[in-house]
Structures are given as structure tokens and as C-alpha cells.
């Protein structure tokens, strides 16, 4: 069984940092392009974050998150990271990780990916 688990999530105050997993169980998340994604009550879905399969770049989809938030994997342990720091009421929202094996889905509508998790809630509030 195919599936993507995210961990990570909880609350936390303006300014401080989280770091959410996504963790693949079932197949190998080195051959596959990682996104990551959000959305809060009421508002679309939105990416946050992505690292391509093949060549290994990673990208921030919107202002908000440059500087702020940054994608990684660790292969050994088969999982990609979302480090966010400095983080704002506004990031506030279920975070969503999803993969694919196409290396150019990070350009692509989130709907290109093939595989989601079930995200992990992230609050940020004083």
C-alpha cells in the first residue's frame, strides 16, 4: 500500500519555527518529485514548497514563504522536510505533502501530483 504520513504539525507562536515530515511508506520518495501545500478554512489550496525528482531544485511557490521556509530530503530515513521558520498567524493552516514521479510537477497545477497524505494541522497564534 502506497501511502504519504505527515507529522510535524502543532502550535506554535508568531516568530517560531516547525519542522514538518513526510514520511513515504511503500515506495521510495528518492525518484519522486515532493511538494507541499496548504490550505486554511475557507480558502483555496495553496503550494508552499516543492524539490524536483531528477535534478534536485527546489522552489518556494509564493513570496510569503521566501526566506522563510525551506524543503529538504533525507533518503536514508525516506522523507522530504519543510523547515518554516519565522512563521506568521497567517501560515496558519492544514499543511499537505505530495508526490510525484514526473520531475516536472513543481511547475505543474497541484492536481498533476499522484499522491497525497492526509496533512497535518499547523496553528500559529500568541
Known amino acids: 500500500q502506497l501511502q504519504l504520513v505527515e507529522s510535524g504539525g502543532g502550535l506554535v507562536q508568531p516568530g517560531g519555527s516547525l519542522r514538518l515530515s513526510c514520511a513515504g511508506s511503500?515506495?521510495?520518495?528518492?525518484?519522486?518529485?515532493v511538494g507541499w501545500f496548504r490550505q486554511a478554512p475557507g480558502k483555496e489550496r495553496e503550494g508552499v514548497s516543492c524539490?524536483?525528482?531528477?535534478?534536485?531544485?527546489?522552489?518556494n511557490y509564493g513570496d510569503s514563504a521566501k526566506g522563510r521556509f525551506t524543503i529538504s530530503r533525507d533518503n536514508a530515513k525516506n522523507t522530504v522536510y519543510l523547515q518554516m521558520n519565522s512563521l506568521k498567524p497567517e501560515d496558519t493552516a492544514m499543511y499537505y505533502c505530495?508526490?510525484?514521479?514526473?520531475?516536472?510537477?513543481?511547475?505543474?497545477?497541484?492536481?498533476?501530483?499522484?499522491?497525497w497524505g492526509q496533512g497535518t494541522q499547523v496553528t500559529v497564534s500568541s
Open positions: 505530495a508526490a510525484d514521479p514526473r520531475d516536472y510537477v513543481c511547475y505543474s497545477p497541484p492536481e498533476a501530483f499522484g499522491f
Open positions: 511503500g515506495f521510495t520518495l528518492d525518484y519522486y518529485t
Open positions: 524539490i524536483s525528482s531528477t535534478s534536485g531544485t527546489s522552489t
